[in-house]
């Protein structure tokens, strides 16, 4: 470890410390959001706190992600000038290939999320049609 030049250990730290991390708070949002299952509902809490939480881990990944792809940013007083770009660009495919993935899991959340959200507006779509017939059928015999 001791080899280890400073712009090497930004990298690795950030990648240990931060994207993992973010990426496996993915696979749990994931995983809670498929196991939620909508009825016949018109209004659901538990997809709120999902779509909320969604946020805030997809903004936090985004945030990681940032920095990853900002050489600037993820130096930010790390000693090593040149040095650190060069150690950048030789382990920035083992990091991408680890972003991608994060990326994967955030495209099935969000499609996931539509889905559900989706059949939520369409149960209120059709009561707001059966009470809209009843009331037409009322003032029809009225």
């Given at each position: 470890m001791e080899n280890i030049r400073p712009g090497q250990r930004k990298i690795m730290v950030t990648v240990k410390d931060e994207l993992f991390p973010q990426i496996e708070k993915l696979k749990d949002l994931l995983v809670k959001i498929q196991s939620c299952r909508i009825s016949n509902q018109l209004f659901s809490i538990i997809m709120n706190n999902l779509e909320n939480e969604y946020s805030m881990v997809s903004s936090n990944f985004f945030e990681v992600v940032k920095k990853l792809e900002t050489p600037d940013i993820l130096f930010q007083g790390v000693d090593g000038g040149d040095q650190n770009m060069i150690d950048y660009f030789q382990f920035r495919?083992?990091?991408?290939?680890?972003?991608?993935?994060?990326?994967?899991?955030?495209?099935?959340?969000?499609?996931?999320?539509?889905?559900k959200f989706g059949v939520i507006v369409n149960n209120r779509t059709f009561l707001i049609s059966i009470v809209a017939i009843i009331i037409s059928i009322y003032f029809a015999n009225h």
């Open positions: 495919g083992a990091f991408k290939d680890n972003i991608s993935e994060g990326l994967n899991y955030i495209e099935i959340i969000d499609r996931t999320l539509d889905r």
